[in-house]
């Protein structure tokens, strides 16, 4: 069973950054993609970024230039750099893996954007 834990959230002002982290319980090189998604109060979920098994990546044109999807193979682990944070960034982040096993979502980690 693969287990993803996200972790990194908090509350932060307009302008500031976060790194979110992803925690995989197996080899993140045998994922498919890697992925981050957000929720909004009352909004659907949508994606964020993602990032392939060969180190392709891409992101929302909402976040483009301001947020990176990254990874550490070594340490199974891939993480959501946030800059340039506004307050609309404010959500729960979610971390996706898919393998040929299936897809697989972590818990979600909490964004607030406030001052």
């Known amino acids: 069973q693969v287990q993803l834990v996200e972790s990194g959230g908090g509350l932060v002002q307009p302008g500031g950054s976060l790194r979110l982290s992803c925690a995989v319980s197996v080899s993140i090189s045998s994922m498919w993609t890697m992925s981050w998604y957000r929720q909004a109060p009352g909004k659907q979920r949508e994606f964020v970024a993602t990032i392939y098994s060969g180190g392709t990546t891409n992101h929302a044109d909402s976040v483009k230039g301001r947020f990176t999807i990254s990874r550490d193979n070594a340490k199974n682990t891939v993480y959501l750099q946030m800059n340039s944070l506004k307050r609309e960034d404010t959500a729960v982040y979610y971390c996706?893996?898919?393998?040929?096993?299936?897809?697989?979502w972590g818990q979600g980690t909490q964004v607030t954007v406030s001052s």
């Open positions: 996706k893996g898919i393998s040929g096993t299936g897809d697989y």
